[in-house]
């Protein structure tokens, strides 16, 4: 891990007494004129990228998991409404609370600092947030979303916005500005409150590019040129583990990793297992990392469980489990000091890999291909030797169907650190035409107990709850299997 990775940041960010705004910001950012209304925007931004790591690292984390066929409940616990295929919408209110509430933060710094590097990063923590929320629930509050304050309007119930239209274009400008604001520079580095990358900003540079690269694939056919002009060499995207975007954990007191520490607490940690989805491909391909990913059953073997089929299962039955779940401190994939994820290098150079695959830039595909396997390898403490085995025989590139490739292994490469994005990924990649995960001739099984009927899939969050009963402007629930603008 980095030297410039910080081992105290929950306490510290606890001690700095910084406000975190409520989830229901709509509601509560009018001005009190008995209470401070100036903060300091390092503080701010620590609190901020705190919030982010609780709101995609915790509630949502493994239940993204279970949709995503990469884990699913195993005995001891019963069979839960995500292993059916639903999910009511307070289990969302988290995510989306946590990321505006981030957003509330960030937005301080962008209207009040001077300093051109902690508005850049705002803005790019700020348009991380909005895509994560775009992409999980579709048409979101964006341009009235912060503007609560009486100096902005008092808007306490904002607008819903095309995600298409809106949301995806105001994240680009974002980006973009982000971009130009580092490369005019400026007299001010954050440090120690730059929880992510303590002022390196050229590794912020590489962030939003690559944060821009995936906006652009997920435009489609529009974003294609945009690729072709941000691109101009490799080096402009994060290409290695140090160079990933992530909060790290001391693992201490106060400093865990947010599912570890909600895992615990309820046992959860205990309860996944290993799906026949994941396992089957992985056995497939003769992949080492189900060593890494997984501890055996008792019998030195691997054993996965059909989605949501614990039931039929007997009560001694057992199954590969996260490594390090049984462990009371854990291990390799659930441990304390776990980190979370915002942008990883096998993330990034897969996106690489999938636009050249699609012609619209000009690196190697088959190159950024094996770079991303060997950052996952080299994550998982497996030797450059064993990656090189793997893309030499199961694991190889097929140039002849590289899309197929480049989604099975970016699914692959995300279990256990990024199952939100694995979700989002697995419905982009998939359609009738070209069936990888959900279609029918992909690889995902039907739960056993499918609310939504033998072989569908979820392809949407509901709204939160939060937001159903406080935002008078709310558009109404939909259904689990709407879409947004980018799944065919």
């Not at 790290?248 to 989805?277: D, H, I, Q, R």
């Not at 000091?337 to 890999?353: G, H, I, K």
């Not at 497996?382 to 097929?398: E, H, K, V």
């Amino acid at each position: 891990m980095n030297t410039h990775k910080f081992k105290f940041i929950f306490l510290l960010v606890l001690a700095m007494g910084t406000p975190f705004y409520s989830c229901k910001d709509y509601l509560d950012v009018n001005t009190n004129p008995n209470q401070s209304v100036v903060s300091r925007i390092d503080l701010q931004l620590s609190t901020s990228i705190v919030g982010m790591a609780v709101g995609i690292g915790q509630r949502i984390y493994p239940e993204l998991g279970v949709w995503a066929q990469l884990q699913t409940g195993g005995p001891g616990v019963a069979l839960s409404e995500w292993d059916q295929h639903k999910l009511s919408s307070s289990e969302t209110d988290e995510i989306f609370r946590e990321l505006y509430r981030a957003n509330l933060n960030l937005n301080y710094i962008v209207q009040n600092s001077t300093e051109n590097y902690y508005t850049a990063i705002a803005k790019i923590l700020r348009s991380y947030n909005f895509q994560v929320c775009a992409d999980l629930f579709g048409d979101i509050p964006y341009t009235q979303a912060l503007k609560g304050d009486i100096t902005d309007g008092s808007i306490l119930h904002p607008q819903y916005e095309s995600a298409k239209d809106v949301v995806y274009p105001g994240i680009e400008n974002e980006l973009r500005e982000a971009l130009d604001l580092i490369e005019r520079g400026g007299s001010v580095l954050p440090g120690s409150d730059d929880l992510i990358y303590g002022g390196d900003m050229e590794k912020w540079s590489k962030f939003a590019h690559s944060l821009l690269l995936k906006v652009y694939l997920r435009q489609g056919a529009s974003g294609q040129a945009k690729a072709a002009q941000l691109y101009s060499s490799d080096d402009d995207f994060i290409l290695t583990n140090d160079e990933a975007a992530f909060l790290p954990f001391s693992g201490s007191t106060g400093n865990t990793n947010p599912f570890w520490s909600n895992a615990k607490s309820s046992a959860l940690g205990n309860y996944y297992v290993v799906t026949t989805t994941l396992l089957d491909l992985l056995t497939a391909t003769g992949d080492p990392r189900v060593d890494a990913f997984f501890d055996p059953t008792p019998n030195g073997t691997h054993k996965g469980l059909n989605p949501g089929d614990v039931q039929n299962q007997p009560s001694n039955a057992t199954f590969s489990r996260p490594a390090g779940a049984l462990a009371p401190a854990g291990g390799l994939m659930f441990r304390p000091n776990f980190p979370q994820y915002f942008m990883s290098a096998w993330e990034s150079n897969l996106l690489l890999a999938e636009a050249a695959a699609r012609g619209w830039i000009t690196t190697d595909a088959n190159a950024r291909y094996n770079a991303a396997v060997q950052n996952s390898f080299e994550f998982l403490q497996l030797d450059a030797a064993d990656a090189d085995a793997y893309l030499a025989a199961g694991g190889a590139y097929n140039a002849s169907n590289a899309i197929k490739s480049i989604a099975l292994q970016k699914w692959i490469c995300m279990n256990g650190t990024q199952p939100v994005e694995a979700w989002i990924e697995t419905r982009r990649f998939d359609s009738p035409a070209t069936p990888i995960f959900a279609s029918p001739g992909g690889i995902f099984k039907s739960p056993t107990e499918n609310a939504m009927g033998t072989g569908n899939y979820p392809s949407i969050l509901p709204y939160p709850e939060d937001e159903e009963s406080l935002n008078q402007n709310f558009p109404g629930q939909h259904p689990l299997n709407a879409k947004v603008f980018w799944d065919n």
